[in-house]
């Protein structure tokens, strides 16, 4: 009992509008992924709340899975999906952090993540045989999470096993690719996540869309075609994380562009290149986009407006309000009244 207490202890209590996730839901949408969904050391009751927030998991089309996830977890756990079917993996976070493994291959993923590389990062793997996924969990931590499993016989399909490289990368278990996440690739993940249950056949189409649109980012990055490598010296990937990581810290507001570029060892003008290359939009956007996504977290937590909109880097809360809702399509007063955490 004491590893059980120890496990299950709850993170918070849970705000009476916000929605959770059963153990019986986790099992019933790991169906679609493997078999034999598995609690380590401890099995909560069927109806025990697990998870704040909301996850869908869906066939897309014939060999093509969504999972997505915009949840926090209630408690330390370690849970296992045995014999995952095999697949291509593509695996994104684009808030939070999530510690997952395939086999004996773990990462971290996220902005809040341990990792330089896992903060700016997403994966492919390889699943060439059954395997099991294994996910460990924190109490109290969040995470935005984008997952697509594609059937050999659908990258086949869509003409996706063409090159060398991909067919060499598919003919190895467990083998996986890390690539660059660019402002589009996290920006289709927001949208995934955001369209969750499709209400319409529209909607549905726009879904589908976001996904396709999202393996183009991944297969672009990771397998770079002939006469479409992006060109990234290894020093430019490194600066590069290095940049995204300052934008992140509460400090960036307060470091101009000249500052930024001698923290990571360049110049103004060769780093505003780089960043509008990768992320196809200036350091100063990239870094309003990371404050004002920090500030719709801390009013769906119920912070005060004027106090968020200081931390941003705002002078006014009626500039806030203009460019939070040039961002988001929403004012941060609806951002506060929203419970979809």
């Not at 809702?325 to 929203?338: D, E, L, S, V, Y």
């Amino acid at each position: 009992m004491k590893y059980a207490e120890r496990c299950m202890k709850p993170a918070t209590a849970r705000p009476p509008e916000e929605r959770f996730i059963t153990r019986h839901e986790l099992v019933q949408s790991a169906r679609l992924l493997g078999e034999r969904y598995e609690f380590e050391g401890y099995l909560p009751d069927e109806h025990e709340p697990l998870l704040d927030g909301a996850f869908h998991t869906r066939t897309l089309q014939p060999g093509l899975i969504l999972h997505a996830a915009q949840t926090r977890d209630r408690y330390n756990l370690c849970t296992r999906n045995v014999q995952m079917h095999p697949g291509v993996k593509l695996v994104v976070v684009v808030d939070g952090s999530t510690e997952f493994a395939y086999g004996p291959q773990r990462f971290v993923l996220g902005p809040q993540g341990e990792s330089l590389a896992g903060r700016t990062q997403g994966i492919l793997l390889n699943l060439l045989e059954r395997d099991t996924f294994s996910r460990r969990w924190q109490r109290g931590r969040r995470e935005r999470k984008v997952s697509l499993t594609l059937s050999r016989e659908w990258l086949v399909a869509n003409g996706l096993v063409g090159s060398t490289e991909v067919a060499h990368f598919l003919q190895n278990h467990l083998s996986d690719r890390p690539w660059l996440l660019t402002a589009r690739a996290i920006e289709l993940c927001h949208q995934i996540v955001q369209l969750g249950t499709p209400a319409t056949g529209l909607d549905s189409l726009r879904l589908q869309a976001c996904c396709l649109n999202l393996v183009v980012e991944a297969f672009g990055s990771a397998f770079p075609e002939r006469g479409h490598h992006d060109g990234l010296r290894s020093l430019d990937r490194q600066r590069l994380a290095q940049l995204d990581e300052l934008l992140h810290t509460a400090q960036a507001k307060d470091l101009s562009t000249p500052e930024l570029a001698r923290q990571v060892g360049s110049n103004p003008t060769s780093l505003q290149a780089l960043a509008h290359r990768v992320w196809g939009c200036t350091l100063a956007d990239r870094a309003r986009a990371i404050r004002l996504d920090r500030a719709r977290d801390s009013l769906r937590q119920g912070e005060n407006i004027a106090q968020v909109a200081s931390e941003a880097g705002y002078g006014s809360t009626s500039n806030f309000s203009t460019a939070f809702k040039r961002h988001f399509g929403i004012t941060p007063r609806q951002a506060q009244q929203r419970s979809d955490r």
